[in-house]
């Protein structure tokens, strides 16, 4: 039995607690480890308890693995640009637009989502004026749900109404398909919130213009573009691939650059000329591609991976692999940034948007390590980057296989979110992030870092569902 | 205020890197706003609306970098030569974020290192059963000092431990020795042959050092908690360890040391001590166990079970220790009351054992007692244990704190009812640094009054603690103490002093 060699070899202390205990055992030689404890589950000390039931549990551990093997074997590549109501039967049959994040109803939208409603309700002709458009949407005449619900991600506001178009990422392993919509740029953007001419000007040519072009140069490529192939080149180039897609952004525009020259007709060249300044273009690429992958491994019996996490700008959640459908919420977290000039802390809208599915995904916050020209978000050296990536590490089940972070002498990307090693640690996932005014009509005001809030977790973890009684 | 922009022709910044250099500006006295931007379209576009662009920086080319601020005039000058500065600076670390890259402290002990086999677990009670869990999960035995642990999570984790040959030491468990280790509170005392097993943290350290004195070391000390021999938990953490040392080829003679058991726990103890192969002494203080089989001893008391222990491991009788002869003090006592002020539970459980068949009544417990308040001592015997819940609630336990047991004591010396006062002296690795020197001023004040009472007093430990045996009786001596060997021997005594006064009064 163990015990007997307990008594024969060395010990191998691990300390929780009082650090007077581990001291006499130091000055004895013997290795002691002291864990830098707080009381687990905000203090709840019954969740605590239910939090180590899981912790080691076989059936866990095993879901968990067959969750991270699904997510990791997606191969995503990108196959269509279609107009979203092809894509998405729900918005052809119904008068529907898509949001970022858990459900909301209108009345409880933030400002930039409600001009981005706005703004879509007048592209799609369902209104004329702004007013109207906001009597429609609160008298139910417009219906809402969230773009994960479909199958998709939009950032920011994540409004996808019918007519834009859509970029559609496939695996061919499963067929499993899934969306977001094409990237209008940085400064005044619907996706932020902006309002006005400018922004319904490109919202207007990106469906006529932009999509068509996307879609045949698309089709005139010798093979589908491999998203997870160009994310792990542009991990290598200082891109972390969430506020930082400058690298992949290119890479994607010399794979199409000679395509769309081919289709003037269709506007290739003027969709040379926006890409050309877009340097947030793969970001949406970077979006579908994760929600493809964190997708497959969602409703594993058991696992405790995270498979979304969104923000509607209002509140933010979680949704488990294990936990069904549900979302676990929280009031959106405020984001700690820097700031477009003219603008400060007290006009930043709380966090919001889809893209934090890249860090679901080990991108983002997870591979800030990759990413120095960032890193003036967190303190401003390489190090303090660094040192996030690695305490990601430990509320991750596993590392990524392709997607390598340079700064840690390449070790994989920490990926799959464990909810028992958030509640336990209290560490919240770092994400990295844009920032909407808080008014609508106005737009992006700065970037920065925020958190996941443990709230999240935590009621995810309440909610987990009872193992069966242990063998 | 004042506008005023400053082009560099072909230079190029990472926009974070130019939000960073404007965010180090814009708080200062003077200035209003702050911005650098490539001078793209767009950015123009940007400080016109925020009213930041002047005509040189509306003539700058996307190579160029702007550099717009507003502000006072004296305000601005040195903020533009700042921002100079900062952008002909070679990029280095501007706050205290920066740390070297070793590896921090793992935040849950499921990110201890691998190889890790022993886990020790003091948070507040109600975590430390989750902690434990996690640490059986992962294959580590558990020592668990946390106390208010429910004894519902401490089945579970002893169950958990069973299945998996593992040992849960605990909860509230106060000594452990393994390999020569000390875990908790424990005595720097000799290895040898013994292996001790117990429920109760001071009878471990009575015995264990008791058999040091004698020249018998220990092979390990393994303590399971005071709740173990409780019907719920059922011995688990005993029979574990009973099992692991009737296998170890370095332990000879084992001593089992408890409080009462609960009667079906005692027999199946009993009952495995009989099939252990080896020989045990069995201390269950205030239990009418017999011994099933040759080889397994019952002793009555702490001294009786190290002398037990010690004889089977020299193989020889071990000569008694003569207790002194305090009946000449009998008649210069001038109270009548024992007043016993215990550190160690097992010591003060033992002394109401021995003393109650010979003085009879006696109380253990004192009415309204509040920190920093004089004590009110009963008309009538007292045996205390100072580390009871009801005086160590928010204070840190006698053994550790002395302040408690100070009140106490100043209160039973100077009270002209009081005829014996016993304390008990436990050092070792946990302890305080120095207790006996604590209470010795104490006794000293008393000791040349007409109305002082004798201070008996045992020292637990050995030569080789931190605080020296020795050391600590010499204090205790000088201070006006008498001093005998251990909790047995100054029960007794007190009993016989007590008993003569009794007599003659």
């Known amino acids: ?471 | 205020m004042s506008v005023r922009n400053v082009v560099h022709e072909n230079l190029y910044f990472d926009s974070v890197a130019l939000m960073r250099v404007a965010a180090s500006l814009d708080d200062r006295p003077g200035i209003e706003a702050v911005s650098l931007v490539m001078a793209t379209d767009a950015n123009r576009d940007v400080l016109s609306d925020a009213g930041l662009l002047t005509d040189e920086g509306r003539a700058a080319g996307p190579n160029d970098l702007i550099v717009a601020v507003r502000g006072n005039e004296a305000a601005l000058v040195e903020a533009l030569s700042d921002a100079d500065a900062a952008l002909s600076q070679p990029w280095s670390p501007t706050d205290g974020t920066a740390s070297p890259s070793h590896a921090a402290s793992p935040r849950r002990l499921v990110g201890a290192p691998e190889g890790a086999n022993l886990a020790l677990i003091s948070t507040p009670g109600r975590y430390a059963a989750a902690e434990a869990l996690k640490a059986l999960r992962h294959g580590m035995h558990v020592f668990i000092f946390s106390d208010n642990v429910p004894v519902q999570q401490e089945v579970m984790l002893k169950q958990e431990a069973h299945q998996r040959g593992l040992l849960v030491m605990g909860a509230d468990c106060g000594t452990t020795i393994l390999n020569g280790l000390p875990l908790g509170f424990a005595n720097a005392v000799r290895r040898g042959d013994v292996g001790l097993i117990g429920a109760s943290g001071t009878g471990l350290q009575q015995i264990s050092t008791l058999l040091d004195s004698m020249g018998v070391g220990i092979s390990q000390l393994i303590g399971v908690g005071s709740h173990d021999l409780s019907a719920e938990v059922g011995g688990l953490s005993m029979l574990t360890a009973l099992d692991a040392l009737a296998e170890d080829p370095s332990t000879n003679v084992i001593v089992l040391v408890s409080k009462p058991p609960a009667p079906a726990v005692a027999g199946e103890v009993l009952a495995r001590a009989a099939a252990a192969g080896k020989s045990v002494v069995v201390s269950f203080l205030g239990s009418d166990v017999r011994a099933p089989a040759p080889q397994v001893v019952v002793a009555s008391d702490l001294r009786e079970a190290a002398r037990a222990a010690a004889r089977l491991s020299l193989g020889a009788d071990v000569p008694a220790v003569e207790a002194p002869d305090l009946s000449p003090l009998v008649d210069t006592l001038p109270g009548r009351w024992l007043r016993a002020l215990y550190a160690g539970g097992t010591f003060a459980y033992e002394a109401e054992l021995l003393l109650r068949p010979v003085l009879g009544a006696i109380s253990s417990r004192v009415e309204r007692y509040a920190p920093g308040r004089v004590p009110r001592l009963p008309d009538s015997h007292l045996v205390l244990d100072l580390g009871d819940d009801v005086f160590t609630s928010g204070r840190p336990h006698p053994m550790i704190d002395p302040a408690t047991r100070i009140e106490f004591l100043r209160a039973a010396v100077r009270d002209p009812a009081s005829a014996v006062v016993v304390v008990d002296i436990v050092i070792g690795h946990g302890a305080a640094e120095d207790p006996a020197g604590a209470l010795a001023p104490v006794i000293a004040e008393a000791a040349g009054s007409p109305t002082a009472p004798l201070v008996l007093a045992f020292v637990v430990g050995t030569g080789h603690d931190p605080q020296n045996l020795g050391e600590q009786e010499q204090l205790l001596r000088d201070a006006g103490a008498v001093v005998v060997d251990d909790s047995t021997t100054a029960a007794e005594v007190a009993g016989d002093v007590l008993t003569k006064i009794g007599a003659t009064r």
Not at chain 1, 49 to 57: E, F, I, K, T, W
Not at chain 1, 76 to 104: F, N, T, Y
């Open chain 1, 1 to 471: 039995m163990s015990l007997r060699t307990l008594f024969a070899g060395d010990l191998h202390v691990v300390n929780v607690g009082l650090e007077s205990f581990a001291q006499p055992l130091r000055d004895s030689g013997v290795d002691v480890t002291s864990i830098d404890w707080r009381p687990p589950a905000h203090g709840d000390d019954e969740l605590g308890l239910d939090l180590a039931r899981l912790v080691g549990h076989p059936l866990v551990e095993a879901s968990n693995a067959v969750a991270m093997d699904r997510i990791l074997a997606v191969q995503p590549l990108w196959v269509d640009v279609c107009p979203a109501r092809e894509a998405i039967p729900a918005l052809a049959e119904r008068r529907l637009l898509l949001h970022a994040g858990p459900p909301i109803a209108w009345a409880e939208m933030c400002g930039p989502m409600r001009a981005a409603v706005v703004g879509a309700a007048l592209l799609e002709g369902w209104a004329s004026t702004p007013a109207e458009a906001e009597r429609q949407a609160a008298s139910g005449g417009i219906e809402f749900e969230p773009c994960h619900h479909h199958d998709a991600v939009g950032p920011m506001a994540g409004i996808i109404s019918p007519s834009m178009p859509l970029i559609v990422v496939e695996d061919p392993a499963t067929g499993r398909r899934s969306y977001s919509n094409l990237n209008e740029g940085q400064g005044r953007c619907l996706r932020y919130g902006a309002l006005g001419d400018d922004v319904m000007d490109r919202l207007r040519w990106m469906s006529a213009r932009l999509g068509p072009s996307l879609r045949a140069a698309l089709r005139s490529l010798p093979e589908r573009v491999n998203l997870r192939s160009l994310t792990a080149q542009a991990l290598q180039m200082g891109d972390e691939c969430h506020s930082r897609n400058v690298a992949s952004s290119a890479l994607l525009v010399r794979e199409l650059a000679g395509a769309l020259a081919q289709h003037p007709d269709l506007g290739g060249h003027e969709a040379l000329e926006f890409l050309r300044g877009n340097n947030y273009w793969f970001l949406n690429f970077s979006m579908a591609a994760s929600k493809l992958a964190t997708m497959a491994g969602h409703g594993v019996e058991h696992s405790t991976v995270v498979t979304a996490f969104a923000r509607n700008g209002v509140e933010v959640g979680v949704r488990v692999s294990g936990c069904g459908d549900s979302w676990f919420t929280a009031p959106a977290a405020d984001v700690e940034g820097l700031y477009f000039p003219g603008f400060g802390p007290e006009d930043a809208n709380p966090d919001i948007g889809d893209s934090a599915i890249a860090e679901v995904h080990g991108l983002g916050g997870f591979a800030l390590a990759a990413a120095p020209a960032i890193v003036g978000f967190i303190g401003g050296t390489p190090s303090a980057a660094r040192r996030i990536s690695e305490e990601m590490a430990t509320i991750t089940v596993t590392r990524h296989r392709d997607y390598q972070l340079p700064g840690l002498d390449f070790v994989g990307a920490p990926v799959g979110i464990d909810v028992r090693a958030v509640v336990d640690t209290g560490t919240e996932p770092t994400i990295t992030t844009g920032i909407s005014h808080r008014e609508p009509g106005i737009g992006q005001i700065g970037a920065g870092i925020t958190h996941a809030p443990l709230e999240c977790f935590i009621k995810a973890l309440r909610a987990f569902p009872a193992l069966p009684v242990e063998p």
